[in-house]
């Protein structure tokens, strides 16, 4: 077989064929060799799948059930059949179990009936009110709250009843423009903050530590009005996360938290015996007025409704008769009148007769301390006997008693405590204080340790700087 190739000159024809006929046998060899070179590739072959997987997925799943349901009705038998049985043991149990149900039926129902009680709220409110509109008479209201706040210089409301009568209020020169222009800066820097446009920790230290608690409570309410956002979001949501126990603080309505631990108390008799009376006896008049006003719209129950529900015995109708003291803040005190109560009291009493209850329901702060003094001193004993030490009710008395022996040493304790155990409660009680009160209670921090150093220890130094102007505002610290 002879290759087409091109022509070129040969000598000889037999030796041109020779040639082709060598180089296409070559040529055949060289296929045959890369034929042979090929790797066989097995192919893979799967077995075929015959079972339903999900089935047994699923049986498997319904057996696991069945195993958990026996594991647990075995250890319900174990744990009823033991000693241990909180039913059997513990007849404290069944009530606690009753008393979690009904909190929980009524945070449900409590969406589903708020509504309607906003609606009811509302048409009383519009079905009372009277319709006559004297816009003299509201600038004469506006200028009378102004003056208050001039000269209380640490409340942000005025006095319930400002609008229908006057008050005795000192002669004194007021500028309106100057103190709505003070206001509109304090909440254009504080929205400057928020949105980013200047240093949050600068506007601070120029604004809110400044603030004693009522101002700062005022400016919070402004802003949301003017700005229609949240003002402790804003400020926690662009800082460093070191600030947010300060912002918590210093934004912090403090009837909301003590709303939240009163009504926590109320399941537990001897937490209600010391936080009912601890939140009603360190405020003045209009903070508790305050305070009952917004329980009962937090929880759409009046204080006095859920003692009567909720307490049971010699603390409910002590409790109930204390929170009625209207005179509790009044400066003025009979002695005579406590040392009467010592005599006639005995060491025989009842705590719920009319004589004892008198005497918390009717005296003023000042005259309970001479009551304590004076029975002690005449009978020789505490008012709570040793044997009653145990009763709720004596704790709230025994706190009574301690408190007003010594308010700023008491508060002064209470800021050592929580400064070692809760950071952020230790800010927000310092952050409530008047500064009055704040400048005693650092002088007797001072005394056993430097409140000072205890805050530059305890957070980071542009936060120990905010710190420490909130609780020296007159001075250079």
């Not at 002695?335 to 004589?355: I, V």
């Not at 005259?367 to 145990?390: A, M, P, R």
Request: glycine share 2%; charged share 35%; aromatic share 10%.
């Amino acid at each position: 077989m002879s290759l087409k190739l091109d022509p070129f000159l040969v000598c000889n024809r037999l030796v041109k064929e020779e040639w082709e006929n060598r180089e296409y046998e070559l040529h055949l060899k060289r296929l045959n060799d890369i034929k042979n070179r090929k790797t066989k590739v097995e192919t893979i072959r799967f077995p075929v799948i015959l079972n339903n997987s999900k089935k047994a997925q699923l049986e498997e799943e319904n057996q696991n059930e069945i195993d958990r349901n026996a594991l647990y009705t075995e250890k319900k038998i174990k744990k009823i059949n033991s000693q241990k049985n909180p039913d059997i043991w513990n007849p404290e149990y069944e009530k606690r179990k009753k008393a979690v149900k009904q909190i929980r039926e009524m945070n449900r129902n409590r969406g589903i009936t708020s509504l309607e009680t906003e609606n009811q709220r509302m048409y009383k409110k519009i079905k009372n009110i009277k319709g006559a509109y004297s816009i003299k008479k509201w600038d004469e209201d506006f200028e009378n709250h102004l003056r208050y706040l001039k000269f209380s210089e640490k409340k942000f409301y005025t006095p319930r009843g400002m609008g229908h009568r006057k008050l005795s209020l000192p002669e004194m020169k007021y500028d309106r423009a100057n103190y709505i222009q003070k206001n509109k800066n304090t909440l254009k820097m504080l929205n400057q903050a928020v949105n980013q446009q200047d240093r949050g920790d600068v506007v601070l230290m120029k604004t809110l530590v400044q603030l004693n608690y009522y101002e700062r409570m005022e400016t919070k309410k402004s802003y949301e009005e003017t700005y229609q956002s949240d003002l402790k979001k804003g400020l926690t949501k662009v800082m460093e996360k070191q600030y947010e126990p300060l912002i918590n603080a210093l934004l912090t309505d403090n009837n909301s938290v003590d709303i939240d631990k009163i009504y926590e108390s109320l399941y537990e008799p001897s937490e209600a015996a010391v936080v009912i009376v601890e939140a009603i006896i360190s405020r003045n008049s209009e903070d508790r007025d305050s305070l009952l006003a917004a329980f009962e719209t937090k929880i759409d129950s009046s204080l006095s409704s859920e003692i009567e529900s909720k307490l049971e015995g010699e603390l409910k109708i002590f409790l109930l008769s204390f929170i009625q003291n209207q005179n509790l803040n009044k400066d003025k005190y009979d002695e005579k009148q406590a040392d009467s109560w010592a005599k006639n009291l005995g060491k025989n009493f009842s705590y719920t007769s009319d004589e004892f209850l008198e005497i918390f329901k009717s005296s003023s702060k000042k005259q309970l301390n001479v009551f304590f003094k004076s029975y002690q001193k005449i009978h020789g004993i505490e008012l709570c006997k040793e044997s009653d030490l145990y009763k709720p009710i004596c704790k709230s008395i025994k706190f009574i008693q301690t408190y007003l022996n010594n308010p700023i040493l008491f508060k002064t304790e209470k800021i050592q405590k929580t400064f070692k155990a809760n950071k952020p409660e230790f800010l927000r009680l310092l952050a409530i204080q008047p500064q009055k009160d704040l400048d005693e209670i650092v002088k007797n921090y001072n005394k056993k340790a430097n409140i000072d150093t205890d805050i530059r220890n305890a957070f980071s130094q542009d936060v120990s700087r905010l710190i420490l102007k909130m609780v020296h505002k007159n001075t250079d610290e």
